[in-house]
């Protein structure tokens, strides 16, 4: 049996996007002959952390999760900062040399989007001879905000200083490593465009897969505090998940085919509802809306509802699973590969995706039969025209939101947790040959 640590400083019970891959590949792992240890950061450590006890019924009991403690965050928000890594980084650090002095592993997995994490692969092979995989759930170096003009999370100033550093450690991690995984097919030719004679082939491009067992925890599951008002004679759709500046294009779209079918039907005002739930990271009170100013703007805010703040992980996959009809608004960057349509594909639910035209989104919806996918590859007023009446006649008029999907299992099979985790133990296999 061979041994592998997963380096995942946000783990169950923290609900959060990045430990998903961790997670789900658990109960898979031992099957394909790799033992797994997780490195984590404490749970009370996780600033604004939305903790979901039932994550932790996910992944084999007898799984070890090391937890580390950094800095609280009440003691360095009053100086400005709050940063996970900087607070727990360098405990993370030491623990995770601590295990590896101590005890054999094979390999080293970084699954995070703590990047900065990363750049204890190179240490860690030179120290200790462990080769290691990274997990590129988003770009490191990321000029997305830079090209559009975009004000970027945390603000300019402290996002040029992460932008910075990253291209500091971005080179002797990325070079260095056994392998690396993504979820986005287009990361590794950017790394290869960044990083002259790397090849791109290095990077294997997996999605995130979801867990068709999810589904039934949540069909058992009922929130504490339910913000979709299920059963009371109205048609609910329903959105989960990050929303943001680059998700204008998709919300505009949506809201004006919404604006306009109510203008031909308005009895339809009071009967339908959107409901975006969990569409900021930041921790309360820091959250923004997203949904709620492109609505306005629109003219549908009160058909519109917005729960930025994050909540459980089986709070949303419920109200994924008891929607009457689910959306999905893509970035207008085609490399973003939102890890949810998994779990909106695995609930069977109508579905309408507006995305941009080469989002994996958009081809994954389109592959399950699903007529209501809608692709834009710019904002002009022409091609906004023509998406949106196609939007209103097709989902609203012709009611695609009562027409569940065709479910292609076959098509779907490499997405679920046992096809995801198939595919990086066979990276895992490889990167383990490079051991020294």
Same mark, same amino acid.
């Given at each position: 049996?061979?041994?592998?640590?997963?380096?995942?400083?946000?783990?169950?019970?923290?609900?959060?996007?990045?430990?998903?891959?961790?997670?789900?590949?658990?109960?898979?792992? !031992? @099957?394909?002959?790799?033992? /797994? $240890?997780?490195? %984590?950061? &404490?749970?009370?450590? *996780?600033?604004? #952390?939305?903790?979901?006890?039932?994550?932790?019924?996910?992944?084999?009991?007898?799984?070890?999760?090391?937890?580390?403690?950094?800095?609280?965050?009440?003691?360095?928000?009053?100086?400005?900062?709050?940063?996970?890594?900087?607070?727990?980084?360098?405990?993370?650090?030491?623990?995770?040399?601590?295990?590896?002095?101590?005890?054999?592993?094979?390999?080293?997995?970084?699954?995070?989007?703590?990047?900065?994490?990363?750049?204890?692969?190179?240490?860690?092979?030179?120290?200790?001879?462990?080769?290691?995989?990274?997990?590129?759930?988003?770009?490191?170096?990321?000029?997305?905000?830079?090209?559009?003009?975009?004000?970027?999370?945390?603000?300019?100033?402290?996002?040029?200083?992460?932008?910075?550093?990253? !291209? @500091?450690?971005?080179?002797? /991690? $990325?070079?260095? %490593?056994? &392998?690396?995984?993504? *979820?986005?097919? #287009?990361?590794?030719?950017?790394?290869?465009?960044?990083?002259?004679?790397?090849?791109?082939?290095?990077?294997?491009?997996?999605?995130?897969?979801?867990?068709?067992?999810?589904?039934?925890?949540?069909?058992?599951?009922?929130?504490?505090?339910?913000?979709?008002?299920?059963?009371?004679?109205?048609?609910?759709?329903?959105?989960?998940?990050?929303?943001?500046?680059?998700?204008?294009?998709?919300?505009?779209?949506?809201?004006?085919?919404?604006?306009?079918?109510?203008?031909?039907?308005?009895?339809?005002?009071?009967?339908?509802?959107?409901?975006?739930?969990?569409?900021?990271?930041?921790?309360?009170?820091?959250?923004?809306?997203?949904?709620?100013?492109?609505?306005?703007?629109?003219?549908?805010?009160?058909?519109?509802?917005?729960?930025?703040?994050? $909540?459980?992980?089986?709070? &949303?996959?419920?109200?994924?699973?008891? #929607?009457?009809?689910?959306?999905?608004?893509?970035?207008?960057?085609?490399?973003?590969?939102?890890?949810?349509?998994?779990?909106?594909?695995?609930?069977?639910?109508?579905?309408?995706?507006?995305?941009?035209?080469?989002?994996?989104?958009?081809?994954?919806?389109?592959?399950?039969?699903?007529?209501?996918?809608?692709?834009?590859?710019?904002?002009?007023?022409?091609?906004?025209?023509?998406?949106?009446?196609?939007?209103?006649?097709?989902?609203?008029?012709?009611?695609?939101?009562?027409?569940?999907?065709?479910?292609?299992?076959?098509?779907?099979?490499?997405?679920?947790?046992?096809?995801?985790?198939?595919?990086?133990?066979?990276?895992?296999?490889?990167?383990?040959?490079?051991?020294?």
């Amino acid at each position: 049996m061979r041994r592998i640590l997963i380096v995942s400083p946000h783990f169950p019970p923290v609900n959060a996007p990045d430990m998903q891959r961790a997670r789900i590949a658990l109960p898979e792992l !031992r @099957r394909h002959g790799w033992d /797994a $240890v997780v490195l %984590a950061v &404490a749970p009370d450590c *996780v600033e604004g #952390a939305v903790l979901d006890p039932l994550l932790e019924q996910t992944y084999p009991p007898e799984i070890r999760v090391v937890r580390t403690r950094g800095l609280s965050p009440r003691l360095t928000r009053p100086l400005g900062f709050g940063s996970l890594w900087l607070r727990c980084g360098s405990a993370l650090r030491r623990a995770g040399e601590q295990l590896l002095a101590r005890e054999k592993f094979d390999l080293v997995f970084f699954t995070t989007t703590q990047f900065d994490a990363f750049a204890l692969g190179p240490r860690w092979l030179r120290r200790f001879g462990v080769p290691y995989v990274l997990d590129y759930q988003d770009p490191w170096v990321n000029d997305y905000y830079r090209l559009r003009g975009v004000r970027p999370p945390g603000g300019r100033i402290r996002y040029w200083l992460s932008q910075y550093t990253a !291209r @500091r450690r971005e080179p002797a /991690a $990325v070079l260095q %490593a056994a &392998a690396i995984v993504s *979820v986005s097919s #287009a990361y590794g030719p950017d790394l290869a465009a960044r990083y002259p004679g790397m090849d791109a082939h290095r990077v294997r491009h997996i999605p995130f897969g979801a867990s068709p067992a999810d589904l039934d925890v949540a069909r058992r599951h009922r929130p504490e505090r339910p913000l979709v008002p299920f059963g009371d004679g109205r048609v609910h759709f329903v959105y989960t998940g990050r929303c943001g500046a680059d998700m204008a294009v998709s919300l505009r779209l949506l809201f004006r085919a919404l604006k306009r079918h109510l203008e031909r039907v308005p009895s339809d005002s009071d009967r339908m509802r959107f409901h975006f739930i969990g569409t900021d990271y930041a921790p309360p009170p820091l959250g923004r809306q997203w949904a709620m100013p492109v609505a306005e703007q629109e003219g549908v805010a009160a058909c519109v509802s917005e729960h930025c703040q994050r $909540v459980p992980y089986f709070d &949303a996959l419920h109200y994924l699973d008891r #929607a009457d009809a689910l959306v999905v608004v893509g970035s207008d960057d085609p490399s973003y590969s939102a890890s949810k349509i998994f779990p909106y594909l695995l609930a069977r639910r109508p579905l309408l995706t507006i995305a941009h035209r080469n989002s994996l989104m958009l081809t994954l919806a389109r592959s399950q039969g699903l007529a209501c996918s809608y692709g834009f590859d710019r904002a002009d007023d022409a091609a906004t025209e023509e998406l949106v009446e196609a939007i209103r006649r097709d989902w609203f008029e012709q009611e695609g939101w009562r027409r569940p999907p065709v479910t292609d299992t076959e098509a779907l099979a490499a997405h679920t947790a046992e096809g995801m985790t198939a595919r990086l133990v066979e990276v895992f296999n490889q990167a383990a040959a490079h051991r020294k």
